[in-house]
């Protein structure tokens, strides 16, 4: 059975989930050929200059901070896990994230964990049943408002030039991470 790949970075403490997407949300997206894609180097990653204020907001004790994010360019052999880690570890030095979910599939693949499938975060309630009192996913593409809302989870779409289609289908939409009732 094809599993995500999973780094625990601090405890899980909170009743409270948030679920974050990687790329377009944390970071800037990267477009290739007019499509979305992911960092394939450290130089292309670029962290989203609001990611801070999110790292501000008192309410963020209160939270569990999980990073869910599709990256099949592992399996095409275009990155690999130390790009990976050193990801998270740049992440890590502006946002206190306690686990990082990774699909390192293909759509082809057909597994449970690559979004808009809900393995990652099956995976994370199964291991901590206790902290799903109140879930949020923050996400910018139609996969992270597929998988939330097939686990029931409300949805913030990340505003970005290229997902305006996905306003109406969104719980709300933010236009930064620094919006101070983002977690009320």
């Known amino acids: ?14 009743f409270n989930t948030l679920y974050l997407d990687r790329d377009g949300v944390l970071n800037r997206a990267v477009i290739r050929q007019g499509e979305i894609s992911s960092p394939r180097d450290i130089i292309e990653f670029n962290v989203s200059p ?7 907001n008192p309410l963020i004790n209160d939270w569990n901070l999980v990073l869910v994010t599709n ?37 082809k693949h057909k597994c449970r964990c690559r979004k808009p499938n809900t393995g990652m975060i099956d995976e994370f309630r199964l291991s901590y049943p206790e902290a799903s009192r109140k879930e949020l996913f923050i996400g910018d593409r139609s996969t992270d408002l597929e998988c939330a809302k097939a686990l029931d989870i409300p949805f913030l779409l990340r505003q970005r030039h290229y997902n305006e289609h996905l306003f109406d289908l969104s719980d709300r939409v933010i236009e ?7 977690l009320d």
């Open 176 to 182: 930064n991470l620094g919006i101070p009732d983002i």
């Open 50 to 56: 609001d990611i801070s204020a999110l790292a501000k």
């Open 71 to 107: 990256q099949p360019d592992l399996s095409r052999n275009l990155i690999d896990l130390d790009l990976i880690e050193s990801i998270n570890e740049k992440i890590l030095s502006f946002l206190p994230i306690n686990m990082a979910y990774i699909c390192p599939h293909l759509a």
């Open 1 to 14: 059975m094809q599993q995500p790949i999973i780094y625990k970075y601090s405890d899980i403490e909170s």
